[in-house]
């Protein structure tokens, strides 16, 4: 076996020593000469000789390793093949491929595939597949694939996919990809994407997407979601854009630079204070609020969470819809039983100049486990007397009734 290796590590060592050598070469009639069918075991052994890579082929057949001048047809070489010129048609390596021309066709490489001139086909390898021009076919690697000019291709690796110059088409990555400066392209990983290109007309990945400069479509990422600008939709925990031109971001905290706060004072009917942050766009905002009242001996606040819309009317005036859901906490820093009081408000608000003031009704769906003193859920926020549907299913108790909102926006 130890004799085994060291004749293979010498086949590749005459073999990259005699590719160096070609490479370096001028030589001007390789596209003049033609055959139909070479037979190498390790060039220059072989029915081309010394002179291999000055021949284009129809069908070439590499035992070890093997150089041609391009093939217009088909090549099978069992650990590796190389061709000087272009390539036409399909190419498969127990190893992989180098082709230094241009490239048509299909190319399966054990390992890798490695294109140095535009490329228009497919390529398929175990690990991964080069492209050093421009791309206007597709790479499937079981590792990553990299195209270093501009691509029109579609990229689908294993753990990554770059086109630093940008890739116009759809890369798929199971961790990562990157695309670069020119592209316009769309990305799914399953970690990250990332996009330094014009545009990006949609990026999923299971934790972040960031774009530098504009997506025009959607961003939907399990956490976080970066844009410069907005054209489209964003889905995450966080969303972060400098601005929102069409569209809007959709999370638990979206933020833009360019955007819509609010801070808001209100009385309502479950809480003589009530203070709401709202931030976003105006077509959608989180809200975040927090109120107390006191009812009897009974001390209660809340917190909470909500998305709503602004809509303007008139040069001054307009309407919001917000929905909100609230846990009330009853004589504790936290109420570990369910105790949602969930608000659909609608108010219609006036512009004063540096303040608005707001009010309309509510409508009001309070959903309880927690039991008061004679063991009845619902806890002691409301009066069973106001509403208009009172039902318990279990431990849970229901309960529906109208309400009303008040307060100041700055």
Do not use: C
């Amino acid at each position: 076996m130890r004799q085994q290796h060291k004749f293979l590590i010498l086949i590749v060592i005459i073999n990259l020593i005699y590719t160096n050598m070609t490479l370096a070469n001028d030589w001007e009639e390789e596209t003049q000469k033609h055959r139909a069918a070479q037979l190498t075991l390790i060039t220059p052994i072989g029915s081309n000789g010394l002179n291999a890579a000055e021949y284009t082929n129809n069908f070439s057949l590499n035992i070890f390793f093997g150089i041609s001048g391009g093939v217009q047809g088909f090549e099978i070489g069992g650990l590796h093949n190389t061709n000087k010129g272009d390539v036409s048609g399909f190419q498969i390596a127990g190893l992989g491929n180098l082709n230094t021309g241009m490239t048509k066709g299909v190319q399966f490489g054990g390992l890798y595939n490695i294109d140095l001139d535009l490329t228009t086909g497919v390529q398929v390898a175990g690990i991964a597949n080069v492209i050093h021009g421009p791309s206007t076919g597709a790479q499937f690697a079981g590792i990553s694939n990299f195209v270093s000019n501009e691509s029109w291709a579609f990229q689908a690796g294993g753990i990554a996919n770059i086109a630093p110059e940008g890739n116009h088409g759809l890369q798929i990555a199971g961790i990562a990809n990157v695309n670069g400066k020119e592209g316009e392209g769309s990305q799914l990983a399953g970690i990250t994407n990332v996009s330094y290109g014009e545009t990006s007309v949609f990026q999923v990945a299971g934790l972040v997407n960031i774009s530098t400069n504009r997506v025009d479509g959607a961003q939907i990422a399990g956490i976080a979601n970066y844009t410069k600008k907005l054209n489209g939709f964003q889905l995450a925990l966080i969303n972060f854009a400098d601005t929102v031109e069409r569209g809007v971001p959709l999370g638990l905290i979206s933020i833009v630079k360019h955007g819509y706060y609010a801070f808001e004072i209100e009385a309502n009917d479950a809480f003589w204070i009530n203070a709401n942050y709202k931030m976003g766009v105006p077509k959608l905002y989180n809200i975040f609020t927090i109120g107390f009242t006191q009812q009897d001996s009974q001390e209660m606040w809340g917190v909470g969470l909500g998305l709503g819309s602004l809509f303007s009317i008139g040069k001054n005036w307009g309407l919001n819809l917000d929905l909100t859901a609230t846990q009330i906490n009853e004589n504790t820093w936290w109420t570990e039983e369910l105790n949602l009081l969930n608000k659909l408000k609608i108010n219609a608000w006036f512009d004063l100049g540096k303040v608005q003031i707001y009010g309309g009704p509510a409508l009001n769906v309070f959903v309880s486990q927690l039991q008061d003193a004679e063991g009845v859920p619902g806890g002691n926020l409301i009066d069973p007397g106001l509403s208009f549907y009172d039902n318990i299913n279990g431990s849970t108790r229901t309960i529906i009734y109208p309400g009303f909102n008040i307060g100041l926006r700055f």
